[in-house]
Nanobody, 120 residues
């Protein structure tokens, strides 16, 4: 069982930046991912990072703006979000998977989410 706690969300103006953090009770060898869900929309993939951090993936619409990283010594994964847009407004979730995955159904453990609101 893995407990995940996100933090760092908030209200920011368009063009601004936020860094989300996700603290895990244990990292083991889990792949860590970030997803987001806007009202009335399905949960969508944002980014993922492999156990050792050597492999990362970012959704096409966020490439060049978002960066995922992890610090295994702190059991923490980060999502650096730059050049934020109003359409980035959503609840952002941290998740853990046993193997490389980009679909929500493949992630076994989820945090409670943190709200990100980008004003225009």
């Amino acid at each position: 069982q893995v407990q995940l706690v996100e933090s760092g969300g908030g209200l920011v103006q368009a063009g601004g930046s936020l860094r989300l953090s996700c603290a895990a009770s244990t990292f083991s060898t889990y792949v860590m991912g970030w997803f987001r869900q806007a009202p009335g929309k399905e949960r969508e993939f944002v980014a993922a990072v492999s156990w050792k951090g050597g492999t990362t993936s970012v959704a096409d619409s966020e490439k060049g703006r978002f960066t995922i990283s992890r610090d295994n010594s702190k059991n923490t994964v980060y999502l650096q979000m730059n050049s934020l847009k109003p359409e980035d407004t959503a609840v952002y979730y941290c998740a853990a998977a046993r193997v490389w995955a980009v679909r929500p159904s493949e992630y076994a453990y989820w945090g409670q989410g943190t709200q990100v609101t980008v004003s225009s």
